[in-house]
């Protein structure tokens, strides 16, 4: 009997091996879904909450928290910087450099056939190193990823002048790829929700990340900027309109109101309301909704005004002042009008064609290229207005109507508004400032690289004070350290030692109020 | 296999007798066994026997709770059988499935009694075994009856978060699951497979401790094994009908320890309206501020938030729970005569708790049939089918846990009652605060009432245990047994949750169904040789195969609606606005088959050898590719020395027996199922995309961030363990003393990796955790007499659960969470299992001279204050994380107890008994989420200093120029880079800021809710100690004399009266939390968030049988 029981079953290995199988799991996936997986997992409803809603959207004092801003909101919470582990190396970068990975693995007729794909993974995946390196300064790079295919475990850190060059000649090859108009080709299709698999958008998308990423270099390497600006404006593929913006096009619920994505309970902030009330900017019911009287009423963003006993009753609830318009944030939010969850479409932008037009204008305007800086402050302004409109239509804000170009011409014409060769750069970054609304992220690099807005731009902001002392604004992320048991401590202690030499640095790694390379005094 | 087998003649002879006890009446049941051999038979109704055995042989006579007897064997027997004064020679069913005397066993076993169990009046079966075996340290679940209880045997062998001990039921293995929430949010906790076991059928429940005693379960009997067997149908003198029913009512007692002094606002005095009335300030609201710091509760009427008059006093949130009831019913038929036993049972249990709307109602049919179909066949069969239903257990982590609610941003002045019972928005319909909700339900309580009236979850279990015993008899000395059995466990759980939108929009509905069915077919040869006269031989050799959810046989499938219901009321799948999800796979299979040896070879009934040799062959350790180390083997010996049948100790008058024990043994543990064969390879991503063209794509990507490992090979546990049994005085008193050192290898686990190289950890075989400790029992009869006795135990336990190793380089291995991540439980290797690491406790201030090096200063050591990253109420510092401060992250010590220690005593006068059970656990942390986010308004009676003159606070004028008294002024110096007015604060202390102007003093509210509230507060603050000391019950019993019942056609009678977890004789929880209210049986689980109210139950039982 014994024996029997072990014939029976004990000795067949195969039927072990079945049972040991997990029918839910796939052995393999195509690089297209991993593209969908990587541009899904781009956007995080904790990057809202931590560096958005409560950090960045505060800085740039586009909101403040219901009950005024705190004592220190402008120091950096130890949350923030969500697009460095959870985003890039926890989900976007494994499944791009995946993609990657496997098609670089095909026969070469597969291969071949995917030739726009492989290039299109590859802008994503260059867009992200350069954010990431953009706040965080040195980072694992051309290292990284690689454990899944039998490389290291341990990445060593790129500096951030070697992260943005090897960006930035990703980016050239990709461009090049995309216009070659390779046949036969695999479109993402479906799979892309950023350009529908188009390579041509693609590669106007790459050309003005490229601009983008040059001009950050504009105080610690101004050469290399006119440069890459140079040869990116001579390619004739370029961004044309605001249908060409770079940006993730969502559905109405990819982003819940009811979630972490919800930019419900804050208030509008006072100077950039106030400016745009006073422009009567065509923007400002998109951006903003009015407070429970119908009003547009703005909170002070400077901590002591906010605590001022006059301007208590203010405070009392939120219903007295203006908050974010939920659904240009989060289309399915409820607005109680009998209609139930909202049906429009969400947006990320990456690089819009007005962010676009802004790049020119600004290169133009200090006379790095031989652009009309008007024109091109005049597209942006133009731009942006549109591209918000229809994104306010398609995200069905109530009570919103697109906006008409007589609109836009009225508005233009303002005094502030029109442009003005004295304040040349001040104008361009205050509209692209405005124009950054839903990339308040980026808002802040442009403040660190120009000093736009300030609190004597054409769009002033409050200053800033605390029990009677100003605060000053993060710059970069505190980087955490790893602890000494982490096998990759030594390659990060490497690399903060590399940038410590930095006199900007800070005082330590965990200083968001240093520097990184490229933001130089 | 059976050829070196022979039969042998030899002279044969019938021998008959009677076996009666001391009063002489005849006994039924006793085991009659030829010496040496299987062979045996058992007494009928008139304690009569008859058994063929060969030419001289002895006979052993055998009974539970009488002396074993050895006879020769001779015609007409009458042997008088007395009651065993002590337990040292009963017998227990050991990991081998046999019963054992407890003497020969060469390690430590204990048996708990089905009566002692059904006493407790618990519908988990687990709970019930709380104080009474050392070594076992139990966690009562904390949602109600269906909750599940964490139990863990000798510490954690593993660092996997399920270390629970194996559950066997007539020999059919039970995986004990674990439920509970966690710490980022919301659950409803239904328990796990325990709830289906009902104690009114269980015989005794051996609880194996030591790898020695589960060697014969293998992989899954690394946490210990409960051994449960069920009850055996027995002769009776009447019709063997047995009806018991209990009735047992629950209190709850104790809410935490609330302030009932001040009503909510943060104003001192009252507004006044128009009218002159008194209004409640809009602070007190839930949406604004919910704090407690307003005027003193003094009775006046005052118009409260929704404009409703009303007395200003506190209320008394043990208002709102219920009476808990435990109703059980069993009705057993059971009867024996030599060749069959039989029992039916079924037992009905309606188990509310104190929660309202929460209930377990259980319907319990069980079946024991044993047979003996020829001379050398006979069958034992059972089954078991358990119907349960579950209706809405308590909810753990957020604002729907009603400890959380009264407390959470809850002023002391809230008229609970009416809100609770006017929950629905008068004007627009759903919840109280579907409109306008800081007039309808400004405190947010209608809504909370309303979630847990409408959200209504039930989860209906059926469980089947089945089992069939064939016993063949070869030979004289040899037997084999083929055993059969199944568990099919199936779970539907539904959800029906009413919108509590405006006209009841919103709202969910969810079906899931899961099923889990294992087999298990065992077969053994069992040998029983007397060797010669002074040596004995047991030996077994078997083999089985166990197998769970082969082949897609059982499958988990759950759907649910999405965006809220188009209809509302409507409960349907296809009633929902979004497309509805659907989540179904088979559920993972496993396959493990065995081969084994084990067995005893006894030297002059004195010095016992055991030992145990097993090979598994393990599906969870093969790779798709067919590769993998899945055969392993591991042993166990044991010696057991009866010392005291040595000559030199016959005639002790003190020691009457003595034993000495040791055991060696090695148990593997397999991988998680088909984890091989899916961590690092991709799956369909959870969720669909909702993309720009109104479609929700799949998405497809890595199932995790984990880098494959190819080479994994079975844990492995090794175990030593030392004993002695001494019985004194005629075994008036014994001890059982172990003490055993218990090292677990080649752990699976899963360590970081870096995460920038793409993956985020790898699993291998690593580490060593080693439990150490000892476990002592002390038994004694202080008296014995004909009308009074008086029995007693001591229990103590000390393990020390250490961390010796993990991987190299690797220091630290996260093991559970509490507040979201800011408290993590983690085993570092030095430390015991355990150490919770937070970077949320509070720093030390620490000068620093220009370039930053440290420096000698009368502010280091003090307590930093300044601000925090998300901001404090109003502005004000506080105390500065430790993380904020120098990246810190504190070891705030281990959670696991110092000792366990119990006692039971027991007493009887004549037919009247009197027990009861004290129970400690001294040490270990555990957080409280109730306690920090609970102390953060002023609710709770630890925030009443300073905000008074009279309690402490200290008078100031505020910004407005008005005077104040509500001054806090916290202990501790200014963080670095502070400054006000230009003058640097760094270093000096929050009373000399304030001494020279340059800070105002904290209000109360802002001072305690910047102490604990999520964003700015200490969670060091609400992790504490926590040890007590229980009484854990106390019975009452009388047992009616015959001679009032042989009139009514009653056998016996007998009533009792239990109190159970009836009072704290001590306990060190912060602020009235409860000590015993754990969110998880998860291993690493050490926090309540919510929790329970302190309950007593007190309960009746009457027992009759005809």
């Known amino acids: 009997m014994v024996s029997a029981l072990l014939v029976a079953g004990g000795c067949k290995k195969e039927s072990f091996v079945e049972a040991n199988l997990n029918p839910t799991t796939l052995y393999e996936v195509k690089p297209e879904d991993q593209f969908l997986r990587a541009a899904v997992g781009s956007q995080d409803d904790f990057e809202y909450f931590a560096d958005v809603y409560r950090a960045s959207n505060l800085w740039m004092q586009y909101a403040t928290l219901s009950t005024g801003n705190g004592l220190n909101f402008n120091n950096v919470g130890s949350q923030f910087n969500t697009r460095y582990g959870k985003i890039f190396y926890g989900r976007l970068g494994p499944a791009l450099v995946d993609a990657i990975k496997n098609i670089e693995s095909m026969p070469d007729a597969d291969k071949n056939a995917r030739v726009n794909m492989k290039a299109i993974s590859q802008v994503l995946l260059s867009y992200y190193a350069f954010y990431v390196s953009d706040i965080n300064g040195s980072i694992p790079y051309s290292q990284a990823f690689q454990a899944r295919y039998g490389g290291t475990t341990t990445p060593a850190y790129d500096t951030q002048q070697a992260v943005f060059a090897k960006v930035d000649a990703e980016l050239k090859a990709a461009v090049a790829t995309l216009k070659s108009n390779a046949t036969g080709q695999i479109s993402l299709g479906g799979n892309d929700p950023y350009f529908n698999g188009d390579a041509t958008l693609w590669a106007k998308a790459a050309n003005a990340l490229r601009l983008k990423i040059a001009i950050r270099l504009i105080k610690v390497d101004p050469t290399k900027m006119k440069a890459i600006a140079t040869e990116v404006i001579a390619d004739p593929v370029q961004m044309s309109g605001v249908n060409d913006s770079w940006m993730l096009k969502v559905g109405p619920s990819y982003a819940d109101g009811g979630g972490n994505f919800s930019p419900a309970n804050f208030a509008a902030g006072k100077p950039v309301l106030d400016f745009m009330v006073a422009k009567g900017d065509p923007r400002l019911s998109a951006f903003y909704r009015p407070n429970a009287a119908g009003n547009y009423v703005g909170s002070f963003t400077s901590p002591d005004e906010a605590k001022l006993p006059a301007n208590a009753p203010l405070y009392a609830s939120i219903n007295n002042l203006s908050q974010l318009q939920h659904r240009l944030f989060t289309p399915n939010f409820n607005e109680s009008d009998g209609l139930g969850a909202g049906t429009g479409k969400g947006f990320y932008p990456v690089l819009t064609y007005a962010e676009y037009c802004f790049l020119r204008a600004d290169l133009a305007a200090r006379g790095v290229t031989t652009d009309v800086a008007e024109t091109w402050y005049k597209n942006g302004v133009y731009a942006s207005v549109q591209f918000y409109s229809d994104r306010a239509v398609d995200a069905k804000v109530a009570n919103f109507n697109a906006v008409t170009t007589t609109a836009i011409d009225t508005y233009y014409n303002k005094v502030g508004v029109k442009f003005d060769a004295t304040k040349a750069t001040d104008q361009i970054a205050c509209q692209a400032y405005l124009d950054f609304f839903r990339q308040p992220l980026e808002a802040w690099a442009w403040w660190k690289r120009t000093g736009f807005p300030n609190t004597t731009s054409v769009l002033a902001w409050s200053d800033l004070k605390a029990n009677g002392t100003p605060l000053v604004l993060a710059r970069r992320a505190g980087i955490d350290l790893l602890s000494p048991t982490n096998l990759n401590y030594a390659n990060q202690q490497a690399a903060i030692a590399e940038m410590a030499k930095n006199p900007d640095f800070g005082a330590g790694p965990n200083d968001a109020f240093g520097r990184v390379w490229w933001d130089k005094k | 296999m059976l050829c070196f087998l022979t039969t042998a003649a030899f002279a044969q002879k019938n021998v008959t007798g009677t076996v009666k006890d001391a009063s002489g009446n005849p006994i039924p049941g006793v085991s009659i066994l030829e010496k040496g051999t299987q062979n045996g038979t058992s007494t009928n109704a008139d304690g009569k026997f008859s058994l063929t055995v060969k030419e001289g042989a002895k006979l052993i006579i055998r009974s539970i709770g009488l002396v074993t007897q050895e006879v020769s064997a001779s015609a007409n027997l009458t042997i008088v059988m007395n009651d065993d004064s002590k337990s040292l020679n009963e017998v227990i069913v050991t990991g081998f499935g046999v019963k054992k005397e407890v003497k020969r066993l060469s390690y430590s076993a204990t048996a708990v009694g089905g009566a002692e169990l059904a006493q407790a009046n618990n519908s988990n079966v687990v709970n019930a075994l709380q104080g009474k075996v050392a070594g076992v340290m139990i966690n009562q679940g904390a949602s109600g009856p269906q909750s599940s209880s964490r139990i863990r045997i000798r510490g954690n062998a593993s660092l996997q978060n399920n270390t629970q001990p194996l559950v066997v039921y007539d020999g059919i293995l039970m995986d004990q699951g674990i439920s509970g929430a966690d710490s980022w949010g919301d659950a409803a906790d239904f328990g796990n497979i325990m709830k289906n076991i009902n104690s009114d059928d269980i015989e005794s429940i051996s609880v194996l401790k030591g790898a020695a005693a589960s060697a014969l379960y293998g992989s899954k009997a690394a946490g210990g094994v409960l051994l449960i067997t069920s009850k055996k149908g027995k002769t009776t003198k009447g019709l063997g009908v047995t009806v018991s029913q209990t009735s047992s009512f629950d209190d709850a007692y104790k809410f935490v320890d609330l302030q009932n002094e001040y009503g909510g606002g943060i104003s001192p005095v009252f507004a006044k309206d128009a009218n002159g009335m008194d209004v409640v300030d809009q602070q007190a609201g839930y949406y604004v501020g919910g704090y407690s710091f307003g005027p003193k509760l003094d009775g006046r009427m005052v118009k409260d938030l929704d404009g409703v008059v009303r007395p ?93 609610a009264f407390t959470y941003y809850k002023p002391r002045n809230v008229d609970l009652s009416a809100y609770i019972d006017n929950n629905i928005n008068p004007v627009t319909g759903g919840a109280l605060g579907s409109s306008n909700r800081n007039l309808y339900d400004p405190y947010g309580i209608g809504s909370f009432a309303y979630t847990l009236q409408n959200d209504n979850r039930t989860q209906k279990e059926n469980n089947l245990l089945a089992n069939i015993d064939v016993n063949i008899k070869i030979l004289p000395w040899l037997s084999a047994l083929v055993r059969t059995n199944t568990n099919f466990y199936n779970i539907a759980y539904e959800r029906k949750n009413r919108g509590n939108g405006v006209a009841f929009s919103g709202g969910d509905y969810e079906i899931t169904q899961n099923t889990n069915k294992s087999y298990r077919i065992q077969g053994l040869l069992n040998a029983t040789k007397e060797l010669s006269n002074d040596f004995e031989l047991n030996a077994s050799l078997g083999a089985e195969t166990y197998q769970k959810n082969l082949g897609n046989s059982a499958f988990y499938n759950r759907s649910y609606t999405n965006g809220g219901l188009k209809i509302p009321d409507v409960y349907s799948i296809a009633n929902s606005i979004n497309p509805a999800s659907t989540t179904a796979y088979p559920n993972l299979g496993e396959r493990t088959d065995a081969v084994y040896l084990y067995g005893d070879v006894t030297w002059k009934n004195m010095l016992t050898l055991n030992f145990s040799g097993r090979n598994d062959w393990s599906s969870s350790l093969t790779y798709k590719d067919g590769h993998g180390n899945y055969s392993y083997f591991y042993p166990s010996v044991g010696l057991s020395w009866i010392f005291t049948e040595l000559p030199a100790f016959k005639n002790s008058s003190v020691l009457s027996f003595g034993k000495l024990r040791a055991s060696y043994s090695y148990t593997g543990l397999s991988a998680q199922p088909q984890y091989t064969n899916t961590a690092g390879y991709y799956r369909l991503q959870d969720g669909t995309f909702s993309n720009a063209n109104g479609g929700n794509q799949s998405v497809y990507g890595f199932s995790d961030n984990i ?15 030392i004993g002695t049994n001494l019985g004194f005085l005629k075994n008036r008193i014994n001890i059982d003393f172990a003490y055993y050192k218990k090292n677990s290898y080649n752990q699976i686990l899963s360590f970081a990796l870096p995460q920038e190289s793409g993956v985020s950890s790898q699993a291998l075989n690593a580490g060593n955790i080693q439990n150490q400790g000892i476990e002592v029992l002390l038994t004694a009869k202080p008296i014995v007499s004909k009308d009074f006795n008086w029995n007693a135990s001591v229990t103590f336990t000390r393990n020390r659960n250490k961390i010796i190793e993990l991987a190299p380089g690797v220091e630290n291995y996260d093991l559970d969470l509490a507040f979201g991540n800011d408290i993590t439980s983690v085993a570092r290797v030095g430390e015991i299992y355990g150490s919770l690491i937070t970077g949320y406790g509070y720093s030390y201030y620490q000068k620093k001279d220009a370039s930053g ?52 005593q027991e007493l009887s006068y004549k037919n009247f008994t009197l027990s009861f059970q004290i129970d400690a656990k001294i040490g270990g942390l555990m957080a409280s989420g109730t306690h920090q986010y609970g102390s953060a308004n002023g609710s709770f009676a630890n925030s009443l200093f300073g905000r008074d003159e009279a309690s402490g606070g200290v008078t100031y004028t505020d910004k407005n120029g008005v005077v104040k008294h509500d001054g806090i002024i916290p202990d501790g110096v200014l963080n670095d880079g502070l400054q006000s007015n230009g003058v640097d604060l760094g270093g000096m202390t929050y009373a000399d800021a304030v001494k020279q102007g340059l800070l105002k003093p904290i209000p109360a509210y802002a001072y305690y809710e910047n102490l604990s509230q999520w964003s700015s507060g200490i969670r060091e603050y609400s992790v504490f100690e926590n040890s007590w000391v229980a009484l854990r019950e106390v019975t009452v019993g009388y047992n009616v004399p015959s001679k009032y019942l042989t009139k009514l056609k009653i056998n016996t009678l007998s009533l009792n009266l239990t109190g159970r977890n009836i009072a704290y004789l001590y306990k060190t929880a912060k602020d009235g939390i409860n000590p015993e209210s754990i969110f998880s049986n998860r291993a690493g689980a050490f926090a309540e968030y919510g929790g329970w109210p302190l309950v007593r139950s007190l309960g009746f039982n009457i027992r009759a049988s005809f």
């Open chain 2, 312 to 404: 200003w006093v506190a209320n008394n949130p043990l208002d709102y729970f219920n009476t808990g009831k435990f109703i059980n019913t069993n009705v057993s038929v059971e009867g024996a005569n030599e060749n069959t036993t039989y029992r039916l049972a079924y037992t009905n249990l309606y188990n509310s708790s104190v929660l309202p709307g929460n209930n377990l109602k259980r319907d319990a049919f069980a079946l024991r049939v044993t047979r003996v179909i020829s001379k050398a066949i006979s069958v034992d069969a059972s089954v078991n089918y358990t119907m349960s239903n579950s209706l809405n257990p308590a909810r753990q982590g957020s604002a729907n846990n009603p400890l959380f």
């Open chain 2, 707 to 721: 880098l494959k490992n190819n080479n994994l090979k079975n844990e492995l546990t090794k175990e030593l363990e």
């Open chain 2, 853 to 904: 090096n440290p420096i000698a200063s009368p502010s280091n050591g003090k307590k930093v204050l300044g601000n925090t990253g998300y901001g404090t109420t109003d502005g004000y510092y506080t105390f500065v994380r430790s993380q904020d401060y120098d990246g810190t992250r504190k070891n705030l010590g281990t959670m696991m107890e110092n000792y366990l220690a119990s006692t039971r």
